[in-house]
């Protein structure tokens, strides 16, 4: 495999429910962040990881918590969530140093009942 | 902070002809990246060119063109040649260059690109 992977790709959960997000990048990155993308809404950075170690969480609910086990893997953990909550989630890996560009996996499209 | 503005939500255009998307920013950083990425309906972001702040000339990518002016603090993409897949929403988005740190990006709200046959 090659690229940015994520799965699942859809998601349908309730608000009591537990879930997890997976991203996998097989670049050689060794930075990985979150996005959400709401409806109308620019995409919002969420987290980023640098070598493993969370360097950003841009006032992200506690509702959300990050795992980055290695730089190849990263986990969006869900818990209790809202329904305003319900967005497209991208994963995205890019090098820490230099100036190319983040590549993007397809995205979880999560639905909050 | 960096703003990224597209004043264009939606252009329809007539395939195989040119089309710009507009892009403008602002930083206040000296150092940064400018980027342009695809999104098809199926929702993945799909990487397309990208200019440095301190490159002299235009970036370029097969049919994709980034016309970037400094001053004025434009980077417009330019489609030569459009093609029915070229339908999508497109993103301008922006790095600062921090000396090496992860920042992420910084993204506009997009233009809805619809080409017609």
């Known amino acids: 495999e090659t690229g940015v992977t994520q799965t699942p790709r859809h998601l349908v959960m309730g608000m009591t429910n537990k879930k997890s997000l997976k991203c996998e990048q097989h670049?050689?990155?060794?930075?990985m962040y979150w996005y959400k993308q709401s409806a109308k809404k620019p995409l919002e950075l969420m987290f980023v990881?640098?070598?493993?170690?969370?360097?950003e969480n841009n006032s992200v609910p506690s509702r959300f918590s990050p795992e980055c086990p290695n730089s190849s893997h990263l986990f969006l953990h869900l818990h209790t969530l809202q329904p305003e909550d319900s967005a497209l989630y991208l994963c995205a890996s890019s090098q820490r140093t230099g100036m190319g560009g983040a590549f993007f996996g397809q995205g979880t499209r999560l639905t909050v009942v | 902070a960096q703003k990224i503005t597209q004043t264009q939500p939606g252009m329809f255009v007539q395939e195989k002809e040119a089309v710009t998307l507009d892009c403008t920013y602002d930083t206040s950083d000296p150092s940064y990246g400018l980027f342009w990425y695809k999104q098809p309906s199926s929702g993945e972001m799909i990487f397309l060119i990208y200019?440095?702040?301190?490159?002299?000339q235009n970036a370029t990518e097969g049919r994709y063109s980034l016309n970037f002016q400094k001053a004025r603090k434009s980077a417009n993409l330019v489609i030569s040649a459009s093609q029915l897949g070229d339908s999508a929403m497109y993103f301008c988005a922006m790095r600062p260059y921090s000396g090496g740190g992860a920042d992420g990006l910084t993204f506009g709200k997009g233009t809805h690109l619809i080409i017609q046959p």
């Open positions: 670049l050689g990155h060794n930075a």
């Open positions: 990881y640098n070598f493993k170690e969370q360097t």
């Open positions: 200019q440095g702040s301190y490159d002299q």
